[in-house]
């Protein structure tokens, strides 16, 4: 993004970003609408999303279980048409709580938490959409499997577990620039059929569109700067 929106006012701002994703659909003939926008709500109180939730906002992503049940239940209740996205990882053992509370998943990274979200959906009778995190750095310290594994992780999901994928989902290193890694993530997407592609921020969206995102993820351009913790 060229402007900096990031303490502005959320309606505001939200308003800017729309703008840049219809300028970018519009740069790349695609249609109106064809890349939905998830706000990104970790950390954020609920009274911010409450501005956004009145701005007309409807899809949110969250990184923690934890945090997500403190928050969404009761803003839920007055929104019932909310989207809740669960972007960051997650562990095995919260997999029956994320079936629970999320209507689409976009770290599935590794056969441990296929097989736990597998038994987690036939227990709930429930599954969200499940987007399979792809580590196009191919960094140690990040999640998401590896580009080379992906046919077999996919067939894995399918066949032994029973799991219907729906797209993929990449964080770009942050020190590279991301327009290779969104490539690759779409062309990787086209070889198996899949339709949804979770990539760009608040800093690349527009990129990420012009190259097929169909979801990008946009949090500190809507609800500002995230407190910095304190030093030691």
């Known amino acids: 993004m060229t402007e900096s929106m990031g303490d502005h006012d959320v309606a505001d701002n939200l308003a800017l970003i729309r703008?840049?994703?219809?300028?970018?659909?519009?740069?790349?003939?695609?249609?109106?609408?064809?890349?939905?926008?998830?706000?990104?709500?970790?950390?954020?109180?609920?009274?911010?999303?409450?501005?956004?939730?009145?701005?007309?906002?409807?899809?949110?992503?969250?990184?923690?279980?934890q945090e997500s049940q403190a928050k969404w239940p009761e803003l839920r209740e007055r929104w019932p048409?909310?989207?809740?996205?669960?972007?960051?990882?997650?562990?095995?053992?919260?997999?029956?709580?994320?079936?629970?509370?999320?209507?689409?998943?976009?770290?599935?990274?590794?056969?441990s938490l296929a097989k736990a979200l597998a038994k987690a959906v036939q227990r709930a009778g429930r599954q969200p959409a499940?987007?399979?995190?792809?580590?196009?750095?191919?960094?140690?310290?990040?999640?998401?499997?590896?580009?080379?594994?992906?046919?077999?992780?996919?067939?894995?999901?399918?066949?032994?577990?029973?799991?219907?994928?729906?797209?993929?989902?990449?964080?770009?290193?942050?020190?590279?620039?991301?327009?290779p890694h969104f490539a690759w993530l779409a062309s990787l997407a086209a070889d198996h059929g899949l339709a949804l592609l979770s990539?760009?921020?608040?800093?690349?969206f527009e990129a990420a569109i012009q190259l097929g995102a169909t979801h990008v993820r946009v949090g500190s351009a809507i609800f500002g700067s995230r407190p910095q913790p304190a030093a030691a």
Do not use: W
């Not at 972007?87 to 590794?110: C, M």
């Not at 580590?135 to 992780?153: M, S, V, Y």
């Not at 729906?166 to 942050?174: E, K, R």
């Open 19 to 65: 703008q840049a994703i219809a300028r970018a659909e519009a740069d790349c003939d695609r249609p109106p609408g064809g890349a939905a926008l998830i706000a990104v709500s970790k950390t954020v109180e609920a009274v911010r999303i409450e501005d956004a939730l009145k701005a007309g906002q409807r899809l949110f992503g969250e990184n923690y279980v």
């Open 81 to 111: 048409d909310v989207e809740l996205h669960l972007i960051g990882p997650l562990q095995s053992n919260k997999a029956g709580e994320a079936i629970a509370l999320f209507d689409v998943i976009h770290s599935l990274d590794r056969p």
């Open 130 to 179: 499940l987007l399979c995190q792809v580590n196009t750095g191919r960094e140690p310290q990040k999640g998401g499997i590896d580009p080379d594994a992906l046919p077999g992780f996919l067939e894995e999901c399918r066949t032994s577990f029973g799991l219907a994928i729906s797209g993929l989902m990449c964080i770009p290193p942050f020190d590279e620039p991301p327009s």
């Open 199 to 204: 990539m760009g921020m608040s800093a690349d």
